[in-house]
């Protein structure tokens, strides 16, 4: 054993206490601000070192528009808009996510490696698909027709890896060919044996694209110019202009959107918010 | 082969291939067209809502009109080739998205050994709330900075506490501080979740054999388990890379640094330059594409995950 392998040896009973160490740090850094955020939600004021005055619904009140002040857009009209938005953009996803999906996982065909490549890495960040937006589509850029094609496209990605993940894990060919040789026409096979195989990767897909398409913030901050205020862009002026407490009680309402998806994820399978599907 | 007969050639392709997909008569023929019509609607939502409007934007960089495409001038180009206030932008969002990167893939690898190696309690909690912040957009990352570092967060006040200053001094959620600890906390859970894959695929037997014939856990790691978890190391760096390089409500609401992102929406919010502005996109999408394409040589396309 050389010199170095005895140093190195020494340090072998603190390795592993070091890393469990950086992981339950890493883990409080990461929690810390969130609950310290909805805690404060529920409180009446922040005016001393840490939030004081529990409990109060008073901020939730605001941000919800019971109060007769506070911000100009109230969360109810907002997140309503959002969620439609958010819904026909999870719609197109799974339109042009779910085929193409299947088409990458099951067959080998010219090009396939970059056609996925560009499937499911997402290439233009938001911003510049905004600026790109605005001047190409001038008229309908902020419409909700723009918003939910731009969602779309943005988001894409997460639902063609998550359906795909799915796809992955079930013995595609001899499934087709069994339905095929039992007399199912191909539509019928894919419609009918295959789709609902992959039922928990294309819910977990639409849960992810969704809540993501809810919140999506660069592409909606770079297009909107009027009508009803998205959900994130809501957000936004919460966090530039509104009291701390206020604003940690719209972002908690974001923070209850996403426990949900990620407890429905659970269920179906999902390991937390991603897109690798364990299928049962 | 002249023009004409390639021409020729390439029709003769092309009628064929259309026949194939109106009416296959083989099983071939059939399954290519199944492809075909699969792929199709992603066709068609990629043409218009990317390549139509990227085209659109290129040709906006070189408009002489900044409210419409029309006529011709270079001068948006003139200035980002010449002006250095673009080479520092450029610089930054390079730098920047480079070092949070490697801290981000370097944390990834301690937590992900961690979580495969040690058997943690309540394993499925904590990746869930590893994989949290992913669902979050830049802005609330800000936001959750500033409830740690600004001027009345939670880490600011403990340690004018314990120092004795001022409070306000002591804030870094507004410096490059702040914002790089808005990009690790946005950014270490998707290298993560990368390098889970990798790590749920190791040959656990390899490192078992190491340690029976009397290596320490230091060595086994950097000698066995490193060279097997290579791949997932390279793939994460480069979709963590390229999520850093994407990063714009965390730094518009935070500050400290100028990248590229938040210049184009300077260009557009500050005197409406949109000229300029497309021309960052341009150089902006290319080096991303570019990037995304070169790197993808070195890994396999099956451990992607975001």
Redesign the interface.
């Known amino acids: 054993m050389t010199r170095w ?1 005895r140093m ?2 020494r ?2 009973p603190v ?2 206490r070091l ?2 160490a ?2 339950y740090a ?2 409080a ?6 609950v ?2 909805f805690v ?1 939600s529920f409180a009446s004021s ?1 005016d001393g ?2 939030p004081s005055g529990f409990a109060t619904l008073e901020n939730w009140r605001v941000v919800m528009g019971y109060a007769d002040y506070g911000v100009q857009t109230t969360v109810g009209r907002s997140l309503l808009f959002s969620a439609g938005i958010a819904t026909g953009g999870t719609v ?1 996803n799974l ?3 779910v ?2 999906a ?2 990458l996982t099951r ?1 080998e ?1 010219f090009a396939r ?17 905004g ?3 605005l ?3 001038p008229e309908n850029a902020s419409t909700s027709f723009g918003l939910v ?2 969602y ?2 943005l988001k ?3 639902m063609v ?1 998550t359906v795909q993940s799915s796809f992955q894990s079930m013995d595609l060919r001899r499934i087709e060919e069994s339905a095929r040789s039992l007399g199912a026409s ?1 539509p019928r096979t894919f419609l009918t044996v295959i789709l609902p195989n992959a039922k928990n990767g294309i819910v977990a897909g639409s849960i992810i694209t969704w ?2 398409a809810a ?4 592409f909606t ?2 297009v909107y110019s009027q009508g009803p205020r998205p959900f ?1 862009l809501f ?2 002026e919460n ?2 202009n509104a009291p ?1 407490l206020q ?2 009680a719209a ?1 908690s309402i ?1 923070f209850l959107i ?1 426990v949900s ?2 407890v429905v994820l ?1 269920f179906l399978g999902n ?6 599907t364990t299928n049962p | 082969m002249s023009i004409t007969t390639t021409a020729t050639r390439y029709r003769e392709i092309a009628t064929e291939f259309a026949s194939v997909l109106a009416s296959p008569s083989t099983e071939r023929e059939r399954e290519q067209r199944r492809i075909a019509v699969m792929c199709l609607p992603f066709f068609v939502l990629g043409t218009f809502a990317a390549f139509v409007p990227l085209v659109v934007m290129a040709r906006m960089s070189v408009s002489a009109d900044p409210f419409e495409n029309a006529g011709y001038s270079l001068e948006a180009w003139r200035t980002l080739a010449t002006d250095s206030t673009y080479l520092t932008v450029a610089w930054n969002t390079l730098w920047f998205a480079a070092l949070t990167t490697i801290v981000s893939v370097a944390l990834g690898v301690a937590i992900s050994h961690a979580l495969e190696k040690y058997s943690l309690p309540f394993e499925n909690v904590l990746v869930a709330v590893l994989s949290f912040p992913i669902a979050l957009p830049g802005i609330v990352v800000a936001f959750l900075i500033v409830t740690l570092l600004g001027r009345q967060g939670l880490v600011t006040n403990l340690a004018a506490v314990f120092t004795g200053q001022s409070a306000i001094d002591l804030a870094t959620a507004t410096t490059v501080t702040g914002l790089f600890i808005g990009y690790v906390y946005s950014l270490v859970p998707r290298s993560t979740m990368v390098l889970r894959g990798t790590y749920a695929e190791i040959n656990t037997d390899a490192e078992e054999a190491a340690r029976a014939l009397g290596a320490g856990s230091i060595e086994t790691f950097c000698h066995v388990t490193l060279p097997q978890i290579r791949p997932g190391v390279v793939a994460a760096i480069i979709l963590t890379f390229r999520s850093a390089l994407a990063i714009f409500g965390t730094v518009l609401v935070l500050g400290g640094l100028t990248v590229a992102t938040v210049r184009i929406n300077y260009e557009i919010s500050v005197g409406f330059d949109s000229q300029l502005a497309g021309a960052i996109g341009v150089v902006y999408f290319l080096f991303i594409l570019t990037f995304t394409f070169a790197s993808l040589r070195f890994v396999e396309t099956s451990v992607v995950e975001l």
């Open positions: 392998q190195i040896r340090f072998d390795g592993r890393v469990t950086v992981v890493f883990l850094f990461l929690t810390i601000p969130i310290y955020t404060a922040a070192v840490l197109v339109l042009v996510g085929p193409i299947y088409a067959y065909f490696d970059w056609l996925n490549a560009l499937a499911i890495l997402p290439l233009v960040p938001g911003i510049v698909l600026i790109a937006f001047r190409a589509y094609v731009g779309a496209l894409s990605p997460y890896l191909w809540t993501l919140a999506e913030f660069n901050y770079m994130s957000l936004f966090i530039n701390f604003s940690a972002i974001y996403v998806a990620i659970q390991r937390g918010f991603t897109t690798t």
